[in-house]
């Protein structure tokens, strides 16, 4: 016949025996998600890479100037195309008076 004390501690062996089993489990199972979280993020990080340096393809100055110039059909700047804010104050001036010229 088992006694009271010899029932508890194979109680508590079986105990532990399953939370260990538990325990290895649910680090089993997040060290599986760590690993797929790890996974997204160097994927992120290359496509990240990948991004800028497309960008940079993109951004570069003679193929901007051929868009602007083709595509978008604008021009350079030309010196007469600058004007001092002092002549369009004088201008504002004289409109606002009637004077026109």
């Given amino acids: 016949m088992i006694r009271y004390p010899s029932f508890l501690i194979i109680f508590v062996i079986l105990f532990v025996a399953i939370s260990l089993y ?9 060290e599986i ?5 790890t996974n997204d993020i160097n994927d992120a990080r290359s496509d990240l890479n990948i991004l ?3 960008l940079s393809y993109l951004k570069r100055p003679d ?3 051929n868009i602007a110039l083709n595509k978008l059909r604008l021009r350079e700047i030309l010196p007469t195309d600058i004007w001092n804010l002092k002549d369009l104050a004088d201008v504002t001036d004289s409109i606002n008076n009637g004077d026109l010229k």
């Fill in 22 to 30: 538990q325990i290895k489990h649910f680090i089993s199972k997040k």
């Fill in 33 to 37: 998600e760590l690993a797929r979280i």
């Fill in 52 to 54: 800028k340096a497309e």
């Fill in 63 to 65: 193929r901007l100037e």
